[in-house]
């Protein structure tokens, strides 16, 4: 139990154009969804705190016009990386937990985003 | 803010031989730590977590870590690596209340058949 989904794994697009990845919990609800960025060979740096059916907790340091986060279902939270240009080139990731924290977070496969 | 640190940015180990990576964390008060592997190409996994109560925890595959309040330590041991070991490891701390989890910044371990 406790899958999360994320899609595309990667995805190459053109200096200012828009990309959309997707988080999908499969087989429970996620009132809360994070969004990591991993650096090569470095950690993951949480980048905002999604949350369902409300706006999204940015970290500081984090553009919030610049990464879209929508949180429309208890299954579903986008990231949306706008007007992208080759420094925003990373790996994403997005997790979910269940309600209580007891049963840890889940990881979805990430997302390579390469800007050219 | 709380933070933690791993101070082993890479390990090189042999096969058999026992492994211990060490992780910090900054946080006086209670604490939720974890311990997450990410084997090469793959998503990250949980391998162990504290919440409370026996101060050792064991995981999965064979790991263990021990919670050392006094130290603000939560070591990741295997007493016997496998080259299916290799892999990057990530200690976490959960944010308290905010439910966030914070991560250092990862030991990659190689082990060498």
């Known amino acids: 139990g406790a899958v999360v989904s994320q899609h595309p794994s990667w995805v190459i697009c053109k200096s200012g154009t828009s990309v959309k990845i997707e988080c999908r919990s499969l087989d429970f609800q996620a009132t809360t969804m994070f969004w990591y960025r991993q650096f090569p060979k470095q950690s993951l740096m949480l980048m905002a705190t999604s949350n369902e059916g409300s706006k999204a907790t940015y970290e500081q340091g984090v553009e919030k016009d610049k990464f879209l986060i929508n949180h429309a279902s208890l299954t579903l939270s986008t990231l949306t990386v706008t007007s992208a240009h080759p420094e925003d080139s990373s790996f994403y990731i997005c997790s979910a937990g269940l309600h209580s924290i007891n049963y840890g977070y889940t990881f979805g496969s990430g997302t390579r985003l390469t800007v050219v | 803010a709380q933070s933690v640190s791993q101070h082993n940015h890479h390990v090189i180990l042999s096969e058999a031989a026992s492994l211990e990576l060490g992780c910090n964390y900054s946080y006086g008060g209670t604490v939720n730590l974890f311990w997450y592997v990410q084997y090469p190409g793959q998503h990250l996994q949980l391998l162990l977590k504290y919440f409370s109560g026996d101060p050792l925890v064991k995981g999965i595959k064979g790991f263990e870590a021990e919670f050392i309040k006094s130290k603000f330590s939560f070591n990741l041991r295997k007493p016997s690596v496998q080259w299916s070991d290799t892999a990057e490891y990530f200690c976490?701390?959960?944010?308290?209340?905010?439910?966030?989890?914070?991560f250092g910044a990862g030991t990659r371990l190689a082990v060498h058949p």
């Open positions: 976490a701390v959960l944010s308290g209340g905010y439910n966030k989890l914070i």
